[in-house]
Structures are given as structure tokens and as C-alpha cells.
């Protein structure tokens, strides 16, 4: 274990399996207290023991969140807040892609209100505790999927309008990581806190495989199967943009392959991203 993050408070989203698991252990690896935030204890658990054991790090632990629970996040972040005094890293990595529509527990589209909405709470109901642990960052998990989303349909956020696509709705939900990611580093300016979004690559994970998605997706990522990163190569991306010094006074970009890279057009407009923070307080109850 190195000491590069010694003193450092971490907490990684969807830290259970895949890309996130790998980056607790990459974080844990240098040396950070870090914080798995998995939906099934059972699973979060294992993974705990399994960092601890490959990183030689004890200081790593449990914390249960299902995104698609608005009072089981709230509840998270109140539990993270009580038992800890700063935190210098989040990272937002948890994800899905859904073949059929579902819903959240309070009834958002689950796609939307799991890989945007359940963050954009987390994430506010630590922002004081990230400002007060200063300089500190927080690394939203998206994709070069949100290239193939048109722009947030705000009049129908929760497709109740329009017929269902796997696609549309990840890739809509990867452009809100884009615009949520652009609106925090506008509202966290001079605040020491910076944020990044990250396309991890196209990596071979538990994505789109545990019944999720079905039929041709499924079938479409064995195919790819060989040329897949791994999941380590996979959060490398996240690490370098959770700790790489040259990006302590960078905010709101986008990166792959541990560089920046351009995101759309719509991952760049301002006023929608604007837009999704007022709309996003309101779906999810925070008060004006
Ligand atoms: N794999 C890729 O090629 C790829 C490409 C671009 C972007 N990404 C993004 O990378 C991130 C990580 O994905 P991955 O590839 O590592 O997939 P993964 O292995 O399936 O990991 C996804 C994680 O999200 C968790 N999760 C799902 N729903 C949740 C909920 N309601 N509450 C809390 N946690 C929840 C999963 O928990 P369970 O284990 O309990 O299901 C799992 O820990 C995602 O945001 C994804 O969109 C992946």
C-alpha cells in the first residue's frame, strides 16, 4: 500500500463490482479510507474483505445505499455524515441500463432516477461535508453513450409520453452525469471542490448481464467480449481524475482514457444543465 492518499476520505458508489470495485481497491491501493456504497450488504460486503485483503488497507468499509430509494439515500448520506468528519473524494460510479421500463421506489423512470436523480441527492446531502473537507472531488461515472442522446426531454423526463428504448434512456441518463457534472463545478466554483465526468472505456463488467437487459444487448456485449478493457484498466480513467494533481484547479470537463475529451453539444449547454439541478431539487424534494 502506498501513503499518496494517506489522510484522504473516499467513498465510491456501486463499489461492489466492475469498474467500482476496482477503484475502491485503486483508491485503497494508495492508501485512502475508503467507503464501499453497495445496494446488498451481503455482496458490499465481500467486496470490503476483498480490498482489504488485496490493498493490505483495513481502513475500508460498508455503507448500504440503493439509489433507487430516495430515504435509503438520504439515510446513507446521513450515516456517512455521522460517523465521518470530511470526505475528499466521491465518486458517483454506480449505474444500469434496463431492457424493459421500470420504476423507482418513489416512481422516477428507473434508468434516470437511479443513474442521475439518486446521485444528484447523495451528492447534495454531502456537499457540505466535500466544502468543508476542501480541496476535495467528486467523479461522475457517465459514458461515451451520451452521444447518442438528442438533448433531456424535460417535458417527459420519465418517458411516460413516448415508448421505451434501452438506449435512449441510458443515454439520456448518461447526459444528465454530463450536464449535473457542468452544473457543480458552476455552483462549486471558488469552493475547492472540482468535478469530473468519466467515460471509463468500454469494459468488461457485470453490465447489462445480470437481467437487466436482454436478448440482443446481451448478446451484442458477448461479442465485443475480447476486445473489452478490464475492469481495472476500466477505472483508471476514474482514478486519474480522483487524484491526479494537474487537475486540482480543473472543474466541469469530461475525460477518457485519462484525458479530456469533448462531450457533446448538449453536454456543454449551460442553461439545460441549469435547468436539470432546479428540476432535479424539485423531483427529488429539496426545498427552494
Ligand atoms: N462497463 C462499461 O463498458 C461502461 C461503459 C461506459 C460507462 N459505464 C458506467 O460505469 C459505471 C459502472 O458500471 P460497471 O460497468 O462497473 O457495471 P457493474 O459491474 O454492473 O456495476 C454497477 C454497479 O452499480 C450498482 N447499482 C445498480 N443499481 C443500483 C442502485 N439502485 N443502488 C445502488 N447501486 C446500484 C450495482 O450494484 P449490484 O451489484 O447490486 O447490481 C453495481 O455495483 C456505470 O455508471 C456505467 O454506466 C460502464
Known amino acids: 500500500m502506498s501513503k499518496?492518499?494517506?489522510?484522504?476520505?473516499?467513498?465510491?458508489?456501486?463499489?461492489?463490482?466492475?469498474?467500482?470495485?476496482?477503484?475502491?481497491?485503486?483508491?485503497?491501493?494508495?492508501?485512502a479510507k475508503v467507503t464501499i456504497a453497495a445496494r446488498d450488504r451481503a455482496k458490499g460486503q465481500v467486496a470490503v474483505e476483498?480490498?482489504?485483503?488485496?490493498?493490505?488497507?483495513?481502513?475500508?468499509?460498508l455503507l448500504v445505499l440503493d439509489l433507487a430509494d430516495l430515504a435509503s439515500v438520504r439515510s446513507a448520506a446521513a450515516t456517512f455524515r455521522a460517523s465521518h468528519a470530511q470526505l475528499h473524494i466521491l465518486v458517483n460510479n454506480a449505474g444500469l441500463v434496463l431492457s424493459e421500463k421500470r420504476l423507482t421506489k418513489d416512481v422516477f423512470e428507473a434508468t434516470f432516477g437511479t443513474n442521475h436523480l439518486g446521485h444528484f441527492l447523495f451528492t447534495y446531502e454531502l456537499l457540505s461535508l466535500l466544502k468543508a473537507s476542501a480541496p476535495a472531488r467528486i467523479v461522475n461515472l457517465s459514458s461515451d453513450?451520451?452521444?447518442q442522446s438528442k438533448g433531456l426531454?424535460?417535458?417527459?423526463?420519465?418517458?411516460?409520453?413516448?415508448?421505451?428504448?434501452t438506449i435512449e434512456a441510458y443515454a439520456d441518463s448518461k447526459l444528465a452525469n454530463v450536464l449535473f457534472t457542468l452544473e457543480l463545478s458552476r455552483r462549486l466554483e471558488g469552493s475547492g471542490v472540482t468535478a469530473y465526468a468519466v467515460h471509463p472505456g468500454v469494459v468488461a463488467t457485470g453490465f447489462a448481464r445480470d437481467g437487466d437487459t436482454a436478448g440482443w444487448m446481451e448478446w451484442l456485449i458477448r461479442l465485443g467480449s475480447p476486445f473489452l478493457l478490464t475492469p481495472a484498466k476500466g477505472a483508471?480513467?476514474?482514478?486519474?481524475?480522483?487524484?491526479?494533481?494537474?487537475?486540482?484547479?480543473?472543474?466541469?470537463?469530461?475525460?477518457?482514457?485519462?484525458?479530456?475529451?469533448?462531450?457533446?453539444?448538449?453536454?456543454?449547454?449551460?442553461?439545460?444543465?441549469?435547468?436539470?439541478?432546479?428540476?432535479?431539487?424539485?423531483?427529488?424534494?429539496?426545498?427552494?
Open 145 to 147: 453513450a451520451h452521444r
Open 236 to 288: 483508471l480513467t476514474s482514478l486519474y481524475c480522483a487524484t491526479a494533481p494537474e487537475l486540482a484547479t480543473v472543474s466541469g470537463r469530461y475525460y477518457a482514457k485519462s484525458r479530456e475529451k469533448e462531450p457533446t453539444k448538449y453536454g456543454k449547454d449551460a442553461a439545460a444543465a441549469q435547468k436539470l439541478w432546479e428540476v432535479s431539487e424539485k423531483l427529488v424534494g429539496i426545498a427552494a
Open 4 to 31: 499518496e492518499l494517506a489522510g484522504k476520505i473516499a467513498l465510491v458508489t456501486g463499489g461492489n463490482s466492475g469498474i467500482g470495485l476496482e477503484t475502491a481497491r485503486g483508491l485503497a491501493a494508495r492508501g
Open 153 to 165: 426531454d424535460f417535458a417527459d423526463l420519465m418517458r411516460e409520453r413516448k415508448a421505451y428504448s
Open 50 to 61: 476483498d480490498v482489504q485483503k488485496s490493498t493490505g488497507n483495513a481502513d475500508v468499509e
